[in-house]
């Protein structure tokens, strides 16, 4: 009589899904920390209210992502179930780690002074790292659970979820530093 073999988990997937949220988390935050963050143009999502809470008050983004993310991951565990896991809590980890890694300790000096050539670069890493993320199975959290949430009981589709909660952040952001080039820019950002 043969026994029915076990189902593990392919180590080799596992460990390069793992990576893609790890090199997708530093790609990203990078792109935040490095060219957004310095110009104040807030990207939408936990990123773009980390960005207008350090510049009013000085706070670390990645701790500020945290503070957020913690919570929000709860309420997602509780109106979403646990499909979260353990590689949505390695995304949001790794995320915040990272970003206040290039702007708290390593301090890493904006590599130039035209916010167009900021926009562009901040942007396209932040949406390749967050490919990344989201290719190894991860989420770094952010507005992904309340637009999942809203999508859920509303009806909407998520992408109109995540434009909502977006444009509700970068319109934050932009009465908050009162200049509308701020919000375009957070708009080409997104």
């Known amino acids: 009589q043969k026994f029915p ?14 990576a893609f949220i790890g090199v997708g988390a530093a790609v990203g935050s990078f792109g935040l920390v490095v ?38 991951f709860l309420i997602g565990l509780k109106f979403l179930g646990g499909g979260f896991g353990l590689r949505t809590i390695v995304g949001i980890v790794l995320y915040s780690l990272f970003a206040d ?13 035209d916010i167009i050539m900021a926009l562009v670069y901040g942007a396209v890493l932040l949406g390749a790292g967050l490919g990344l993320v989201l290719r190894g199975g991860g989420s770094t959290g952010g507005t992904d659970i309340p637009a999942r949430i809203l999508s859920r009981y ?34 080409l950002a997104l």
């Open 5 to 18: 073999k076990l189902l593990l988990p392919d180590w080799k997937t596992v460990l390069r899904d793992y």
């Open 35 to 72: 060219f957004l963050v310095p110009f104040r143009i807030a990207p939408g999502g936990v990123g773009g209210l980390a960005t207008v809470l350090n510049h009013l008050w000085g706070v670390p983004v990645g701790v500020t992502m945290l503070a957020f993310n913690v919570p929000l």
């Open 101 to 113: 890694l290039y702007g708290e300790i390593l301090r890493i000096p904006v590599p130039t002074d």
């Open 154 to 187: 509303t009806g909407l589709s998520t992408g109109v979820s995540f434009l909502f909660f977006d444009t509700a952040i970068i319109a934050f952001a932009g009465a908050v530093f009162g200049e509308i080039d701020l919000v375009l820019y957070g708009f």
